[in-house]
C-alpha cells in the first residue's frame, strides 16, 4: 500500500499533527509498510462474523439516573489551564474566524 | 416557492436539521447540572471537559425525552441503537470528537403533518453539544465556556419535502409545539435551546432529481429561516439560469445586510471518520420500555386542537394562540372549568391576560415574554392572578356585578396585587361595582340631559341612533360603573316618553 | 510500624537506583506515603492484604497529587484533580500510592523506548528493556521495590514485561475493572492489569480493584469471586489446551524449552493437556494494528493545549493545535496517530477497521469455540523472545510483533496472566495462561499451580 507524501500531509491536517517537510519521506515509508503487513486482512472470509467489538454479553448500555450531584475536582481549573480569564479558558482568536461564531458546528 | 426565469421554472426542495436541546436536569453523559446562564465553567467536571481517564454515562432521562419526541414524531423508536464519535478539532469541543449517533439512529421514519402537508422525518438522534466560544470579549483571542459541552440535544432530520419558506416556518413552529407539549425541549432560538440549519436546492419543475443543495446556518429565528431561504432561492436560481451550476457549499445568513453570504471554508473537507464509540455500549430499548414512554405521552397539539373545537367551542383562531403556547392553553383550561364559561376564558385569556404577559418582565430565572410563536421567548411559568380569581371576575361580570369595561381595570389591579385579594374586593376596593341602582343610573342620566340637552331632546324625539352615543355619555359620567344593560332599559323609557 | 513496607520500598527504590539517573523505573514519588501507612492502620484498624502495602502505578493511571504524565512531554507536570477507580479502591483497602512508574508514551510501545522521560532499564540487566509498555511497573515488581503495581494491558502491555522481568503480569476480562481514570489509548481493548511479586499477590491485588463501576459504562456487573482462595484449588482434572499457533516451529529453543517443562509439570499436577488450534490467530497483530491505533487516535484527539497539558503557542488556533501537538507527540504515538486517522478516514473506514473489527470477531470466536469444546485454559509462551537489548528493535512492525502471543486475548477480551516459568540464557521466561470470559478464577488456580510445582524464580 503506498503511502504518498500528500496522504501523510492530509492525514496529519485531519490529525492536527504538525509534520516537519523533512520526515515525510521516513513517514509515508513506515506508514506503507505497516499497512502492507495489513493487506493479509483483505483474504480473511469474514462472512461467518458479526461486526466484532469486545467479547462480553451485552445487556446494553447502563442508564444513569439524571441527577446529580456532579463528579467533584480537586483542584480549580485555574490548577491546570493552560490560560485562563474570567472563567474562561483563553485560545488564539481562530485565523479564518470573522464576526461570527455561527461557524462552530453543531 | 417557485422563481421564474427566462430559462423556466424552479421549484425550491427544502430540508431542515433541527438541534433541540433537552429539559434534562443534568448533562449527556455526565451528572453536572444542564442549567442556563451559570458563570462559565462552573458547570463542568472530568467527562465534559475531556480529562484524560474520563468516561462517558448516558443519561436515562435524556433517552426518554428523545424517545418520545420520536414517538410524538410518528417515528419508529428502535430496540438497539449505537452512539457514534463524530470527529473535529475546536475549542470548544473538548473531546476532539462529538458523541453523536450515525448510521444506527434511536429513531427514523417519522411525520409532521402540517395543514395538508405531511413532511417526512428521516431520523431522530441523540447527542451531545459543543461550548460555547465567544470571540469578541479578549482581543486576539476566543473565551471558551463548557458549561453547555455536553447538555443533551436531538437531531431531528426532515426529508426534503418542503417547498416553500412559509411551509418551512410553519413545520417550525409545527415541530416546535410537538416539543414543548411532549416537554422535551424549552425550543427558545433565542436562547438556543432550538437551532436551525437548512439544506436548500432548486430544480425544474416536474424534475424528480434533487438539485446541488447548500447549507445555510446561523439562523437565529423562525422569520429569519424564512427569509434566508428566500434569498437563497434566489441566488441559486439566478445562478442555475445563467447556465452555471450551483456549488455545494456552507452559506451563512448574513441578518445585517439580510442576505446568505459564503462561509470562509475552514476545512477542505469534513471528515468526521465515524466510527462506533466504544465507550458506550449499544443503546438498548424494550419493547415494554417503549410502550410505557408511548402510553405516558400527553396530549399533542393536534389533539388539544380537536378537543378544545369539539369541548370548549373555541374559536379557531384562539385554538391556534392558546395552542401554541402550552403553558398559556392549560391556564384557560384551567379558567375555563373553574368558571364553566369556556368562550368567556378563551376571550380573556387571549385578550387581556395574553397581551399582559407580552409586556411583563419576569423576575424569574428565564425571563422573556409571551411568545408569538416566531420561535422567540416561550411564557414565563407562571401567571399573576390564579386561576379561580380570573374564574371569579369572569363570574362577576356574567352576574352584572361589573360592567366589561370595569373589569378590564379590576384585572389589571388583580396583576398588580398577584391575586392577593378577591375580584369581589378590588373591585369594591376600587368602587367599580356595577350600579344597577335605578336612583342613581337616573341621576346620571339626568346629568347627561342636562350637559347634552340638544341630543338628548333629539333622542326623545326619535333619534334612535344617538343612543349609543348617549349611553356612552352616561357610561363616562358614572366612572364606567353603570349597568349598560339598564341604562338602556331607562333611555328607551325615556325615548318612549319623548 | 504500620509504615514499614513503605519506608522498605523507598529504601530499595534508592539501593536499586531507581530514578532518572539509574533504572529509570520512577517518574514521581509520593512524598506523603510513609504518613498515609502510619494513619492507615492507625485510624482504620482494618485486615486485608493490603493494609499499608506501597503500590507502584503506572503513569497513565489518574491520581491526586502526583502527576500522571503518561509518558509523555504533553502531559508532563499535569496533576489530574480526580483518581481512577482503581485508586480509589487500593486506597480504600488500605493500600499506599508510593511510585508512578515509567512507561511508553501513552502505552504505544513494547520496550518503554517510547518514554518521552528516558527508556527504563531491566533491574537483572540494565542494558536491556523491561518490556513495555508497563515497563516502570513491572521493573518495581522485579526490583524489590513493591509486591504489587498496576500497569495497563492493550496488546500485553502487562503480560510482556511481566515474562521479560519474571514476574506475575495479569490482564482480567474486558470489563472486569473499571477504566476510569485510565487515560484511553484503545477503549475497546484497555484494561488495568496487576503485577505481582507472586500469583497471590496479583490475585489479592485484583480482587480489590474488580467490579462494575458506575462511572465505566464497560464495565460489567458479574460478582468478584475469593480470587486467592480459587487459585488454591488443585488442578487435577482441569483440561490444558495447548493451541499450535503459538509454538511455531521458530519459536526460540529456551522458550520453547521451559514451556515444555511447564506443560509436564501440569501433567505430573493431574491436568490433563490437550492439543487444540486457534485459527485465526495470524491475524492478531494487523487486525490489532488497525483497531489500536484507530481508537488512539481518536482517544488523543484532546490533547489539544486548550484544557490542560502542554501548550505551544502559535501564529493562531490551527498553529497552536500542530505545534503542541507536534512538540508533545513522540515519534511512535504520532505514527500511531497518523495511521489510526488514516485507517478511520473516508474510503477507507470499510477496507481497515470495520474489516479488522470483523477478523476480531473471528478470533474470539476461536477462544469460545475451544472453550467450549471442553478446555478450561490455555497455556502458551508470553512472548517470542527474552529481554532484548536496548535500541535492538528499530523497525516499528518488528516491535509490534512482540505483541504475536498476547494481543489475542485483548482482542478477544479473556483473561489472561504471564507466570516466571524459569529462564533462558539468564533472562526471565514467562508462560502464559488464557481463560474464558470472567474465568479469572480457574486462571488463576491454573498459575498457581504452575508457580508452585516449578518453584517460581521470584517467589
Redesign the interface.
Known amino acids: 500500500m503506498a503511502i504518498t507524501f500528500d496522504d501523510v500531509r492530509q492525514i496529519a491536517s485531519l490529525a492536527r499533527v504538525g509534520i516537519d517537510e523533512t520526515r515525510l519521506p521516513v513517514l509515508a515509508g513506515e506508514l506503507s509498510r505497516i499497512l502492507d503487513h495489513m493487506a493479509v486482512l483483505a483474504q480473511v472470509d469474514v462472512s461467518a462474523s458479526d461486526a466484532g467489538g469486545p467479547g462480553n454479553p451485552e445487556p446494553g448500555a447502563p442508564l444513569r439516573r439524571d441527577a446529580g450531584p456532579p463528579i467533584p475536582l480537586s483542584e480549580a481549573l485555574s490548577h491546570f489551564a493552560p490560560d485562563m480569564r474570567g472563567g474562561f479558558f483563553i485560545v488564539p482568536r481562530l485565523a479564518t474566524h470573522e464576526d461570527d461564531a455561527s461557524e462552530e458546528e453543531t | 416557492m417557485t422563481g421564474h426565469t427566462e430559462a423556466g421554472s424552479y421549484e425550491m426542495v427544502v430540508g431542515l436539521e433541527v438541534?433541540v436541546q433537552l429539559t434534562?436536569?443534568?448533562k449527556a453523559f455526565?451528572?453536572?447540572?444542564a442549567a442556563y446562564g451559570a458563570?462559565?465553567?462552573?458547570?463542568?467536571?472530568?467527562?465534559c471537559?475531556?480529562?484524560?481517564?474520563?468516561?462517558?454515562?448516558?443519561?436515562?432521562?435524556?433517552?426518554e425525552l428523545a424517545a418520545r419526541a420520536a414517538l410524538a414524531l410518528g417515528c419508529t423508536v428502535h430496540g438497539?441503537s449505537i452512539?457514534a464519535?463524530k470527529?473535529?478539532?475546536?475549542?470548544?469541543?473538548?473531546?476532539?470528537?462529538?458523541i453523536s449517533q450515525y448510521d444506527r439512529p434511536l429513531a427514523t421514519g417519522g411525520v409532521l403533518e402540517i395543514g395538508e402537508s405531511r413532511i417526512r422525518i428521516t431520523r431522530v438522534h441523540l447527542e451531545e453539544?459543543?461550548g460555547?466560544?465567544?470571540?469578541?470579549?479578549?482581543p486576539?483571542?476566543?473565551?471558551?465556556?463548557?458549561n453547555r459541552s455536553g447538555v443533551p440535544?436531538l437531531e431531528i432530520v426532515s426529508e426534503p419535502d418542503l417547498r416553500s419558506p412559509s411551509q418551512a416556518g410553519r413545520y417550525l413552529r409545527a415541530l416546535r409545539e410537538v416539543m414543548l407539549y411532549t416537554g422535551v425541549s424549552d425550543v427558545n432560538m433565542e436562547e438556543g435551546s432550538l437551532?436551525v440549519?437548512a439544506n436548500v436546492s432548486a430544480r425544474r419543475f416536474g424534475d424528480a432529481n434533487l438539485g446541488t443543495k447548500t447549507e445555510v446556518?446561523?439562523l437565529n429565528s423562525f422569520s429569519n429561516v424564512e427569509r434566508a431561504l428566500a434569498s437563497e432561492f434566489e441566488r441559486q436560481c439566478a445562478v442555475l439560469s445563467r447556465g452555471q451550476r450551483v456549488e455545494q457549499q456552507t452559506m451563512?445568513w448574513d441578518a445585517a445586510r439580510d442576505m446568505v453570504r459564503p462561509?470562509?471554508?475552514?476545512e477542505a473537507?469534513h471528515?468526521y471518520?465515524?466510527?462506533?464509540e466504544?465507550?458506550?455500549?449499544?443503546?438498548?430499548l424494550t419493547d415494554d420500555w417503549i410502550d410505557r414512554v408511548r402510553g405516558s405521552m400527553p396530549e399533542l397539539p393536534a389533539a388539544r386542537r380537536a378537543r378544545y373545537a369539539r369541548d370548549y367551542a373555541v374559536s379557531d383562531g384562539d385554538i391556534d394562540v392558546l395552542v401554541a403556547t402550552p403553558v398559556l392553553a392549560e391556564y384557560f383550561e384551567a379558567v375555563a372549568i373553574a368558571s364553566g364559561d369556556p368562550k368567556a376564558a378563551a376571550n380573556w385569556v387571549t385578550g387581556e391576560v395574553l397581551a399582559e404577559r407580552k409586556t411583563a418582565v419576569h423576575a424569574i430565572t428565564r425571563a422573556s415574554p409571551v411568545s408569538s410563536g416566531d420561535g422567540a421567548a416561550a411564557p414565563g411559568s407562571s401567571f399573576p392572578v390564579p386561576v379561580d380569581r380570573l374564574a371569579e371576575l369572569i363570574a362577576l361580570i356574567r352576574a352584572g356585578t361589573v360592567s366589561h369595561t370595569a373589569a378590564k381595570a379590576i384585572y389589571a389591579e388583580l396583576v398588580r396585587v398577584g391575586g392577593a385579594e378577591t375580584a369581589k374586593r378590588v373591585a369594591e376596593r376600587l368602587g367599580l361595582q356595577q350600579v344597577g341602582d335605578d336612583a342613581a343610573l337616573r341621576a346620571w342620566i339626568d346629568a347627561v340631559w342636562l350637559e347634552h340637552a340638544a341630543e338628548a331632546r333629539r333622542f326623545e324625539s326619535g333619534e334612535q341612533k344617538l343612543k349609543g352615543v348617549l349611553v356612552g355619555l352616561v357610561m363616562k359620567k358614572s366612572g364606567g360603573r353603570a349597568d349598560p344593560r339598564r341604562v338602556n332599559q331607562l333611555l328607551d323609557e325615556r325615548a318612549v316618553r319623548g | 510500624m504500620s509504615a514499614d513496607a513503605v519506608r522498605a520500598a523507598f529504601a530499595r527504590a534508592r539501593e536499586m537506583k531507581a530514578g532518572p539517573d539509574g533504572l529509570n523505573i520512577v517518574l514521581a514519588e509520593n512524598s506523603d506515603a510513609e504518613r498515609e501507612a502510619g494513619a492507615m492502620t492507625a485510624a482504620e484498624g482494618l485486615g486485608g492484604p493490603l493494609l499499608a502495602q506501597p503500590i507502584a502505578v503506572k503513569d497513565n493511571i489518574a491520581t491526586l497529587d502526583i502527576p500522571t504524565t503518561c509518558g509523555s512531554r504533553i502531559l508532563e507536570g499535569y496533576v489530574s484533580p480526580y483518581e481512577a477507580t482503581v485508586i480509589a479502591r487500593l486506597r480504600a483497602a488500605g493500600a499506599v500510592i508510593a511510585f508512578k512508574t515509567n512507561m511508553d508514551e501513552f502505552a504505544m510501545g513494547s520496550s518503554t523506548e517510547n518514554s518521552a522521560f528516558g527508556t527504563v532499564h531491566h533491574p537483572l540487566d540494565p542494558s536491556r528493556v523491561p518490556g513495555g509498555s508497563s515497563g516502570g511497573s513491572a521493573a518495581a515488581v522485579a526490583a524489590g521495590m513493591v509486591r504489587i503495581a498496576l500497569g495497563s494491558e492493550t496488546g500485553g502491555s502487562v503480560r510482556q514485561p511481566a515474562a521479560f522481568c519474571g514476574v506475575v503480569g495479569v490482564k482480567p476480562t474486558y470489563g472486569r475493572v473499571s477504566r476510569y481514570g485510565l487515560v484511553a489509548f484503545a477503549s475497546s481493548l484497555d484494561q488495568v492489569g496487576v503485577l505481582g511479586r507472586t500469583v497471590d499477590d496479583a490475585a489479592a491485588a485484583l480482587g480489590v480493584i474488580a467490579g462494575r463501576d458506575p462511572l465505566d459504562s464497560t464495565s460489567v456487573d458479574i460478582p468478584v469471586p475469593d480470587y486467592r482462595a480459587a487459585s488454591r484449588r488443585s488442578v487435577r482434572g482441569l483440561v490444558i489446551g495447548r493451541p499450535r499457533e503459538y509454538f511455531p516451529e521458530r519459536l526460540d529453543p529456551g522458550i520453547r524449552a521451559r514451556c515444555d517443562a511447564a506443560i509436564d509439570a501440569f501433567r505430573s499436577a493431574g491436568a490433563i493437556v490437550r492439543d487444540v488450534s486457534l485459527p485465526h490467530t495470524d491475524y492478531a497483530v494487523p487486525v490489532y494494528y488497525i483497531i489500536a491505533p484507530a481508537e488512539a487516535s481518536s482517544n488523543l484527539a484532546r490533547f489539544d493545549g486548550v484544557r490542560y497539558g502542554l501548550r505551544v503557542t502559535g501564529s493562531g488556533l490551527s498553529a497552536m493545535y500542530d505545534a503542541t501537538r507536534s512538540r508533545g507527540f513522540g515519534p511512535e504515538v504520532t505514527r500511531r496517530i497518523l495511521l489510526g486517522t488514516y485507517v478511520l478516514s473516508a474510503g477507507y473506514y470499510d477496507a481497515y477497521y470495520r474489516r479488522a473489527q470483523r477478523v476480531r470477531a473471528l478470533i474470539e470466536q476461536d477462544f469460545r469455540s475451544v472453550f467450549a469444546s471442553g478446555v478450561d485454559v490455555l497455556f502458551t509462551p508470553t512472548t517470542p523472545t527474552t529481554a532484548f537489548k536496548i535500541g535492538a528493535v528499530s523497525d516499528p512492525y518488528e516491535m509490534y510483533l512482540n505483541d504475536i502471543f498476547t494481543a489475542t486475548a485483548n482482542l478477544a477480551g479473556v483473561p489472561a496472566v504471564s507466570v516466571p516459568i524459569g529462564s533462558s540464557q539468564g533472562l526471565p521466561v514467562g508462560g502464559q495462561l488464557i481463560a474464558p470470559h470472567f474465568g479469572e478464577a480457574t486462571m488463576f488456580a491454573a498459575a498457581y499451580a504452575l508457580e508452585g510445582s516449578l518453584g517460581s524464580a521470584s517467589a
Open positions: 438541534h434534562t436536569a443534568t455526565c451528572p453536572c447540572s458563570p462559565p465553567n462552573e458547570n463542568t467536571c472530568p467527562v471537559l475531556a480529562l484524560p481517564g474520563a468516561l462517558p454515562v448516558i443519561n436515562a432521562h435524556a433517552v438497539t452512539f464519535r470527529h473535529y478539532f475546536y475549542p470548544d469541543l473538548p473531546k476532539g470528537y462529538q453539544d459543543a460555547k466560544s465567544i470571540h469578541d470579549r479578549y486576539s483571542a476566543s473565551a471558551i465556556d463548557l440535544l437551532r440549519d446556518k446561523n451563512l462561509a470562509r471554508s475552514k473537507s471528515d471518520r465515524y466510527f462506533p466504544p465507550d458506550l455500549p449499544p443503546l438498548v
